[in-house]
């Protein structure tokens, strides 16, 4: 069973396009990340949710659009692509943030490529 | 700013032999650390983790040690195999944060 799943795994895509990235873990989890890994294999937080409430939102650009419908999915909706949205887009889970267990669970990724 | 980094980001060894990645953090405020795994096309996996009142943790062939006098973490495997060929990230959280900070990563292709 898939604790955490990401759809699609590949995305190809125009400059100026919109599109989505979907994900959900099946674990319980209270709290969900985005993040993006870029070329270099730099990992970054972008956002988090904790019980579909907005807790972390790193500087991104507001073309990115968290968007939480319930505690089990977190998607990621991006406006008007750029070249340099180009990355591998993580998504994750824990436990409640404030579990002295802050271990996270990471989904396979989705390779964003914008041509 | 605040970071975390690794001192190199490439390492090799033999097959069996034992692997010790080295990772600095500049935060004195962070209270728990973690090592990930990431195989290539894949996820990052937790490997194992620590919180600031202990200097050592022990796991199935893994070890973490935590110096908090340099800011210093390692990740010590022993009796290194192929599988365990991946791009290594420590990551530390700031007591007074949620989120993790993620080192650049360390690259080990271990050798038959």
């Known amino acids: 069973d898939t604790a955490v799943s990401q759809t699609p795994k590949y995305l190809v895509t125009q400059m100026g396009n919109d599109k989505s990235i979907k994900c959900e873990q099946n674990?319980?989890?209270?709290?969900m990340y985005w993040y993006k890994q870029d070329s270099k294999k730099f990992l970054k937080i972008m956002f988090s949710?904790?019980?579909?409430?907005?807790?972390i939102n790193e500087t991104v650009p507001n073309r990115f659009s968290p968007k939480s419908p319930d505690k089990a999915h977190l998607n990621l909706h991006i406006n008007s692509l750029e070249l340099g949205d180009s990355a591998v887009y993580f998504c994750?889970?824990?436990?409640?943030?404030?579990?002295?267990?802050?271990?996270?669970?990471f989904g396979p990724g989705t390779r964003l490529t914008v041509t | 700013g605040e970071s975390v980094g690794l001192h190199l980001p490439t390492l090799s060894v033999q097959e069996g032999d034992n692997s010790i990645i080295n990772c600095a953090y500049s935060?004195?405020?962070?209270?728990?650390f973690i090592w990930y795994k990431q195989e290539s096309g894949k996820g990052p996996q937790f490997i194992i983790d620590?919180?600031?009142?202990?200097d050592k943790r022990q796991g199935q062939r893994v070890t973490v040690l935590l110096n908090k006098t340099v800011k210093h973490l390692s990740l010590q495997i022993a009796a290194t195999q192929p599988g365990d060929s991946a791009v290594y990230f420590c990551?530390?959280?700031?007591?007074?944060?949620?989120?993790?900070?993620f080192g650049k990563g360390t690259s080990l292709l271990v050798t038959p």
């Open positions: 990551a530390e959280r700031p007591s007074s944060g949620y989120a993790l900070n």
């Open positions: 994750a889970s824990s436990r409640q943030i404030a579990s002295p267990t802050y271990e996270q669970y």
């Open positions: 935060n004195s405020a962070s209270d728990y």
């Open positions: 949710y904790n019980n579909k409430e907005l807790i």
């Open positions: 674990l319980g989890h209270d709290t």
């Open positions: 620590i919180r600031s009142n202990m």
